[in-house]
């Protein structure tokens, strides 16, 4: 439960580096990702899935 509120606040670290450092790339950003397809979406979305649990199972390994 530790690493998982240790990974909780890490995404909120890079989330709130983008939003309070850069506000005008998050607001950029968000308006690409409206015009981005979903299929696109999705794969991206899986693709980040696949790689953070290959993350995880290296650092834990």
């Known amino acids: 439960m530790a ?3 240790a990974a909780l606040g ?3 670290v890079v989330e709130g580096l983008v939003y309070g450092g850069f506000p005008a790339l998050a607001k950029r950003l968000a308006s690409e990702v409206l015009a981005t397809p979903e299929s696109a979406l999705r794969v991206a979305g899986l693709a980040a899935i ?3 649990v290959g993350v995880v199972w290296m650092v834990r390994g």
């Open 10 to 12: 890490l995404v909120l």
């Open 3 to 5: 690493d998982f509120l």
């Open 50 to 52: 696949a790689i953070g």
